[in-house]
């Protein structure tokens, strides 16, 4: 049974920055393609990143080009979303999402496996 834990979410200023993390097992990470979600409070869940099974490729969100990085880390099994200059907007539960195929994905039906999530708060 696949299993995503993410951590890592906390409150920031605006401006600052901040590191969620997002642990695998039970599968084989190496051979996933990942992505990170978030959906804010009375909105629909949305896409932020991408990043294919290898690493080697990744794509973002318009709203987060520039400010959130995604790698990850196949010999440790966990996938990261390094975000810099945080923005009030960025206010949301962040979710980690694993599929089947190795490379990069958008729509939240093309994973099967999802975390619990991490609230990350930014004040204004």
């Known amino acids: 049974q696949v299993q995503l834990v993410e951590s890592g979410g906390g409150l920031v200023q605006a401006g600052g920055s901040l590191r969620v993390s997002c642990v695998v097992s039970?599968?084989?990470?190496?051979?996933?393609?990942m992505g990170w979600f978030r959906q804010a409070p009375g909105k629909e869940r949305e896409f932020v990143a991408t990043?294919?099974?290898?690493?080697?490729?990744?794509d973002y969100a318009d709203s987060v080009k520039g400010r959130f990085t995604i790698s990850r880390d196949n010999d440790k099994n966990t996938l990261y979303l390094q975000m810099n200059t945080l923005k009030p907007e960025d206010t949301a539960v962040y979710f980690c999402?694993?599929?089947?195929?190795?490379?990069?994905?958008?729509?939240?039906?093309?994973?099967?496996?999802w975390g619990q999530g991490t609230q990350v708060t930014v004040s204004s």
């Open positions: 999402a694993a599929r089947r195929w190795t490379g990069l994905a958008y729509g939240s039906n093309q994973y099967a496996y």
């Open positions: 039970g599968g084989t990470f190496s051979s996933y393609g």
């Open positions: 990043i294919s099974s290898n690493g080697r490729t990744a």
